[in-house]
């Protein structure tokens, strides 16, 4: 039994003997749903004015390959059609004369022809209808997947005005629905083609922090800036953060000459990141990551080292939690020339933050 696109059409119910060139059953794929991602793809360029050539269109050929019945053709112009009307908000023309034949009988010879060899004829019937520029499309299927494949040219010169090639097992569409990250389905990009991924959140959290011979309860706000690299596996950036003493929120006295949180401080630590998202970074499920920063503290007469480092449960697309550990060596804080103690020792803390 020949199996044919017919037979592939629901892969949910192939018959047996077409079972060996179906994906495994795990990862079996609708045709009509496959072909929804590719379109979905080129509609995302559409919207995000990728394609260019698009004025008073009319779509000119479409060319199949063996295992795609010929009616499909009329399915596949009319799912593009809409695509360019609802997306591109263009004006969509039909060309029936694009798509004649002439049948010329001479002597012994018949020789079939259409306006497609013919850029003259190609182009009166441009003017005529009032086509500015025409589309061709190429579509192919296997049972391993499917590409679409589309070209703009201009109607009156004949000159490629835009093409493209959407591959159903590189889908951003596909990718987008199990949650994968956007630049990670595109892969790797070599470094001549690098472009920079810059990460920016703000985070709010509760601290236990080393103060002048004590320990102290603090809130803390910080802003965080990483550039990822390494496929997004890694981050790089700086951490600024400001701590303020929880008592003195709530309106209990402290001593502020000796207290490093009652008055203005800044934390500045540059920061690494590892994100242990595995090959592909699913929005769909919680993903872990290591943070490592080194960075120090200035208060008014106080100026100390930092070292820290988290761990990371990143949420969704824009909220994480962490929690934090850190360590700060011996420094002096002074009152004017007078030293008024030590700081030192390990802090703690938990945190969540929003990145945009």
């Given at each position: 039994?020949?199996?044919?696109?017919?037979?592939?059409?629901?892969?949910?119910?192939?018959?047996?003997?077409?079972?060996?060139?179906a994906a495994p059953a795990?990862?079996?794929?609708?045709?009509?749903?496959?072909?929804?991602?590719?379109?979905?793809?080129?509609?995302?360029?559409?919207?995000?004015?990728?394609?260019?050539?698009?004025?008073?269109l009319a779509i000119r050929s479409i060319v199949v390959n063996e295992s795609v019945p010929a009616s499909f053709k009329n399915h596949l112009?009319?799912?593009?059609?809409?695509?360019?009307?609802?997306?591109?908000?263009?004006?969509?023309?039909?060309?029936?004369?694009?798509?004649?034949?002439?049948?010329?009988?001479?002597?012994?010879?018949?020789?079939?022809?259409?306006?497609?060899?013919?850029?003259?004829?190609?182009?009166?019937?441009?003017?005529?209808?009032?086509?500015?520029?025409?589309?061709?499309?190429?579509?192919?299927?296997?049972?391993?997947?499917?590409?679409?494949?589309?070209?703009i040219v201009d109607a009156e010169s004949g000159a490629m005005s835009w093409s493209g090639s959407y591959n159903s097992e590189t889908s951003r569409t596909a990718?987008?629905?199990?949650?994968?990250?956007?630049?990670?389905?595109?892969?790797?990009?070599?470094?001549?083609?690098?472009?920079?991924v810059v990460q920016y959140r703000l985070m709010v959290g509760y601290w236990q922090q080393q103060n002048v011979a004590t320990t102290t309860g603090t809130i803390g706000l910080g802003l965080r800036m990483m550039e990822r690299y390494d496929n997004r596996k890694k981050?790089?950036?700086f951490e600024l953060d400001y701590f303020r003493n929880s008592s003195s929120i709530v309106g209990a006295s402290t001593t502020t000459a000796i207290d490093l949180y009652a008055g203005m401080n800044v934390t500045l630590l540059f920061m690494h990141a590892w994100n242990l998202i595995g090959e592909e970074e699913n929005l769909n499920r919680a993903r872990g990551g290591v943070v490592l920063g080194i960075g120090g503290t200035y208060a008014s007469g106080f100026l100390g080292g930092l070292v820290r480092g988290a761990y990371e449960w990143r949420l969704a697309r824009h909220w994480a939690v962490s929690a934090n550990l850190g360590y700060r060596p011996s420094a002096t804080k002074f009152i004017g020339t007078s030293a008024a103690g030590t700081v030192s020792g390990a802090e703690y803390g938990l945190g969540v933050s929003a990145l945009f």
């Amino acid at each position: 039994m020949t199996c044919t696109v017919l037979a592939l059409l629901a892969l949910g119910s192939v018959a047996p003997e077409c079972r060996a060139l179906a994906a495994p059953a795990e990862a079996q794929r609708n045709f009509y749903a496959v072909l929804e991602d590719l379109l979905g793809d080129f509609e995302y360029d559409l919207k995000n004015g990728q394609v260019s050539g698009l004025r008073d269109l009319a779509i000119r050929s479409i060319v199949v390959n063996e295992s795609v019945p010929a009616s499909f053709k009329n399915h596949l112009e009319l799912v593009l059609s809409e695509r360019l009307m609802k997306a591109a908000k263009i004006r969509i023309l039909q060309c029936l004369q694009c798509k004649s034949r002439k049948t010329v009988v001479s002597g012994e010879k018949m020789v079939v022809s259409g306006p497609e060899n013919n850029p003259q004829e190609l182009a009166r019937i441009a003017r005529q209808s009032g086509i500015q520029s025409f589309m061709d499309v190429v579509f192919s299927y296997q049972a391993t997947g499917m590409v679409l494949s589309l070209s703009i040219v201009d109607a009156e010169s004949g000159a490629m005005s835009w093409s493209g090639s959407y591959n159903s097992e590189t889908s951003r569409t596909a990718a987008f629905r199990r949650g994968v990250v956007a630049p990670q389905a595109d892969g790797v990009r070599s470094a001549s083609e690098y472009l920079p991924v810059v990460q920016y959140r703000l985070m709010v959290g509760y601290w236990q922090q080393q103060n002048v011979a004590t320990t102290t309860g603090t809130i803390g706000l910080g802003l965080r800036m990483m550039e990822r690299y390494d496929n997004r596996k890694k981050e790089v950036g700086f951490e600024l953060d400001y701590f303020r003493n929880s008592s003195s929120i709530v309106g209990a006295s402290t001593t502020t000459a000796i207290d490093l949180y009652a008055g203005m401080n800044v934390t500045l630590l540059f920061m690494h990141a590892w994100n242990l998202i595995g090959e592909e970074e699913n929005l769909n499920r919680a993903r872990g990551g290591v943070v490592l920063g080194i960075g120090g503290t200035y208060a008014s007469g106080f100026l100390g080292g930092l070292v820290r480092g988290a761990y990371e449960w990143r949420l969704a697309r824009h909220w994480a939690v962490s929690a934090n550990l850190g360590y700060r060596p011996s420094a002096t804080k002074f009152i004017g020339t007078s030293a008024a103690g030590t700081v030192s020792g390990a802090e703690y803390g938990l945190g969540v933050s929003a990145l945009f």
